[in-house]
């Protein structure tokens, strides 16, 4: 079916004088996630991933994505003309380096200049004119060879209350304004949909977790202009904006309306706007090219923001403790497939006040499913949950107070000394990344990726992160410097109910190696976006009722503040026989916290501390045999 449509596109190419086409997988507004109507790429190639692009010639098909998605990629292109071109793979060029190779002197590459933002759009320009070649933007020919085409949803849009958004749409065009005159701008061209959506404290109904509806705005010092499918706004919805002297508009009227402007000072970001539309300003217009103001502003939370964030991590955490609890009950135990999993935490979520909806598809994946960082189980397409494997679970749910996005790992059945040290790397590579942001203010999102991903560090001599990226580990800071820190490190937006163990990070241990608790459901709201956790004790401690998250940012600081003074520590006692007192079936034993099969990676005893200041709650933190406790501000037992 794939290369039948690729031949209708080819032909309709040489129709058209176009020697190269480029299909990406975004929309009109560079989104990550977008409706159907706009998934010309899988529609070509047959693949279903969120991210790729293809690039068609007459005689080249390729499908270029990364390593989240080589797997998948590899089976629904099997048959396809289609060739995968494994993005940072030796010998794999660059889409860039591969049209400047294969395009003719003089030659036309072709896209549809709304679906590829104007940085991307003005790098092609450049390249192509090296070549003497040129960009022809005007045609959507993928569309023009899908028949049957999914329209564009007219979107169900309501008013989110300014009890959850703190401010109010008149402050916040207010606030934008100012923005804009510092950068002398009298024009502001938004299209980034996470940005309106902010701007005008608008949502819209969804059933796959995506709430941003497509828009375009315009705004100047005395008006504000929102482009957008009106079809069935209510009265009551159109009477919001008419008392915020916002004017609705027809969704396509934004490419005639910036073709309009004259003579004025144009504020955009070249990533976010779309090359067609950046193609419309005329040239008596002076463009300033900064970051969307709005970006920083809604980058900054609010105390009402703030405090309905905890709410939901907290109506989160408990949907999520309850599902963790059945899956341990039931997973390899029962018959249970991937999709049903699924739609149980679903249901938990649906039990909480004020649930919306997904944050976005649920991976719910067992064993080597697991291995495909963006699985997506259906009923015509899945695994059983059966034995002795691990099981993700990656999803996140939609709140009237905040959105969540959480990934945890749990072990079903027997699992291998193999297992559990991959598993142990990976939380190494977690455990370092998060030290490494609580230290360093500003540390760049290239260097948080270094940190996380680089394991091989005193003799562990293994990576086992699938992401193409691992580079030496040259950055570690010196150990010595590391105890200093005590308590910095340990979760801090995590509270556990009195009997609910969470697992600390102690900032000083031996060379960065790996803290493995294996006693503990650890920090239901951390490490959230396509990570795994842990969960790998038999029957975890899951307090049905627990206050997950509710945010000891305050009580994590003066913990860290206080950590090392041997006063402040009221109660100490080993993890097991803590979890033995409170008569809770573990299923761990004291011997389990040091049985991992990782070479030098060092288990510690496991030790519960109160502290004076906050007697309720309870932090597990460790000891190393190499390491002396008083170095550590330990007491001895």
């Known amino acids: 079916m794939a290369n039948e449509r690729l031949r209708e596109l080819r032909t309709l190419m040489k129709v058209r004088n176009v020697d190269a086409y480029y299909v990406p997988s975004s929309d009109f507004h560079d989104s990550e996630y977008v409706e159907d109507y706009f998934k010309c790429r899988a529609f070509l190639s047959g693949f279903t991933g969120s991210a790729g692009t293809m690039v068609i010639t007459q005689a080249f098909s390729g ?110 065009l207010a606030r934008l304004r100012t923005a804009m005159k510092k950068e002398h701008a009298t024009v502001h061209i938004l299209s980034s949909l996470d940005d309106v959506a902010w701007l005008f404290n608008i949502r819209k109904n969804s059933d796959d977790g995506n709430v941003l509806a497509p828009a375009f705005t315009l705004i100047t010092e005395d008006e504000a202009r929102l482009f957008i499918n009106s079809r069935k706004f209510s009265p009551e919805l159109r009477a919001y904006f008419e008392e915020n002297h916002v004017a609705i508009e027809k969704y396509d009227a934004i490419y005639d309306a910036v073709a309009g402007i004259r003579n004025e000072t144009v504020l955009l970001e070249p990533g976010k706007v779309n090359f067609a539309l950046y193609k419309k300003i005329d040239a008596s217009n002076r463009i300033v090219e900064a970051m969307n103001p709005t970006s920083r502003m809604k980058a900054v939370k609010n105390p009402v923001e703030m405090e309905n964030l905890r709410k939901a991590h907290l109506k989160d955490g408990v949907a999520l403790t309850k599902f963790l609890y ?12 991937e999709t049903e999993a699924a739609e149980r935490l679903e249901d938990y979520r649906k039990a909480q006040e004020g649930y919306l909806g997904p944050s976005f598809t649920t991976i719910s994946a067992f064993g080597s499913n697991a291995a495909m960082c963006h699985y ?103 150990d010595i410097h590391r105890a200093k820190h005590l308590g910095t490190g340990t979760d801090q937006h995590v509270i556990a109910q009195c009997g609910v163990a969470l697992a600390g990070i102690l900032a000083g241990a031996a060379q960065g190696n790996a803290v493995v608790d294996g006693a503990v459901i650890t920090d239901f709201c951390r490490f959230a976006e396509h990570d795994a956790h842990t969960v790998v004790n038999e029957q975890p401690v899951a307090d049905l009722g627990t206050g997950v998250d509710l945010d000891a940012g305050q009580v994590a600081g003066q913990l860290a503040d206080e950590a090392r003074q041997e006063e402040t520590l009221v109660t100490v006692q080993k993890m097991c026989n803590f979890v033995r007192y409170q008569h809770m079936e573990t299923g761990v034993q004291n011997d389990d916290l040091r049985h991992i099969a990782c070479s030098r990676v060092l288990v510690p005893d496991v030790f519960c501390v109160c502290p004076k200041s906050h007697p309720t709650y309870l932090i597990s933190f460790v000891s190393y045999p190499e390491y002396p406790r008083k170095t550590l501000g330990y007491p001895e037992f």
């Open 326 to 337: 059945w899956m341990k009950k039931n997973a390899g135990k029962v018959e249970l497939t």
């Open 63 to 172: 499908m270029w994505t990364d390593g989240r998605y080589f797997v998948q990629a590899k089976k629904e292109l099997e048959g396809q003309d289609t060739r995968l071109m494994a993005m940072g793979e030796e010998g794999v060029p660059t889409i860039e380096e591969y049209l400047m190779d294969h395009m003719p002197e003089g030659g036309v590459l072709g896209f549809d200049g709304r679906v590829v933002n104007a940085a991307q759009g003005r790098k092609f320009e450049t390249m192509m004119a090296e070549k003497h070649a040129t960009l022809s933007v005007g045609d959507d020919l993928a569309g023009e060879v899908w028949e049957e085409r999914p329209i564009l949803p007219a979107p169900e849009v309501w008013v989110l209350d300014v009890k959850y958004a703190g401010e109010t749409v008149a402050e916040k």
């Open 376 to 478: 997506h189980a259906t009923k015509e397409q899945e695994s059983p949950v059966g034995t002795d494997g691990f099981y993700l679970v990656d999803s996140g749910g939609q709140y009237y107070e905040g959105t969540t996005d959480v990934t945890r790992t749990i072990a079903v059945g027997h699992v291998t000394d193999e297992m559990k040290e991959h598993f142990t790397l990976v939380m190494m590579g977690m455990l370092r990344l998060l030290v490494q942001v609580v230290r360093r203010a500003g540390l760049a999102a290239a260097h948080a990726d270094h940190f996380g991903r680089n394991t091989d560090r005193g003799g562990i001599g293994r990576q086992i992160f699938e992401h193409h990226t691992a580079r030496a580990d040259t950055d570690i800071i010196p």
